[in-house]
């Protein structure tokens, strides 16, 4: 995927994201503009997850891309809480934070027959107190399995389409909504995740690691202005996460009140 495409794709998954925040904290949850929200909001999960597997292989510095994504969650943190009042959840940083530890000890740990699956157990139940919960791991580990094979990244985001149906599928009966709001919640969860396959999927090459062994050829770092611009590229996109949570909770407790 040629990088503006990906930074396209960032930038989409971060608007729907917002707009998933502001249905949960604005919107009544059983109106159908809520959900609406809500689904397309999940177009963000499979598609951060699938660019966390290929960034493990791709980064220069896998500590460097570790200590930005546990920076940012610590940043996230308050404002996560102050907006959605979880109690004792993490934020979804967190969760790829954890996911990036599990992929290390998948890719990385030799040896001791023991302390891996311990690690990698470790790291799926940390999870399970962070937003996304374990659909985090389990996409991630699916796309770490369809790496060097495009078509198997598909099973990422069906796999992210059929978890959603069956909580929605819950929800709808818990709730005893009527047939039209119920259908209407089916198809809003899986919004998301299939505009995700439509452009993030089609577009998306196998990623292959290099051979460690080759020698890469030479190239001359892109010097000043686009070299800067990356990095507030990069940035911006970590640091929209806590700020955006920020602008909500000041409109929730100053502007909407």
């Keep these: 995927m040629s990088s503006k495409r990906r930074a396209f794709t960032k930038l989409l998954a971060i608007l729907l994201m917002t707009g998933n925040h502001f249905a949960h904290i604005f919107l009544p949850g059983s109106s159908p503009l809520a959900m609406l929200l809500t689904g397309l909001g999940y177009f963000t999960a499979p598609v951060m ?4 597997v290929d960034g493990y292989f791709y980064t220069h510095s896998r500590r460097g891309y570790l200590k930005r994504l546990l920076i940012t969650a610590l940043l996230s943190q308050l404002p996560f809480w102050l907006a959605f009042r979880i109690p004792f959840q993490l934020n979804m940083l967190f969760s790829l934070t954890f996911c990036l530890l599990l992929l290390t000890v998948a890719e990385e740990m030799k040896g001791n027959s023991y ?6 157990l470790l790291f799926f139940v940390c999870t399970l107190f ?3 919960s374990a659909f985090a791991p389990a996409m991630v580990l699916l796309f770490l399995a369809a790496r060097g094979v495009r078509e198997k990244k598909l099973y990422g ?3 992210a389409m059929l978890g959603l149906s069956i909580d929605a599928v819950m929800t709808g009966f818990t709730l005893h ?5 119920f259908c209407f919640r089916l198809f809003s969860v899986n919004a998301g995740p299939l505009l995700a396959l439509l452009i993030a999927y089609p577009a998306e090459p196998a990623f292959t690691r290099p051979d460690p ?3 890469a050829p030479q190239q001359k770092t892109p010097a000043g202005a686009s070299s800067r611009a990356a990095g507030v590229s990069q940035w911006f996109f970590y640091l929209y996460y806590p700020l955006h949570l920020t602008v909500l909770v000041l409109l929730k407790h100053f502007v909407f009140v």
């Excluded at 302390?115 to 990698?120: C, D, H, I, N, Q």
């Excluded at 909504?177 to 709001?181: N, V, Y």
């Design 49 to 52: 997850c699938m660019y966390l």
């Design 115 to 120: 302390r891996k699956p311990l690690l990698a």
């Design 130 to 132: 962070s937003d996304w």
């Design 157 to 159: 985001f069906l796999f």
């Design 177 to 181: 909504e009527p047939l039209p709001l």
């Design 213 to 215: 062994r080759a020698e």
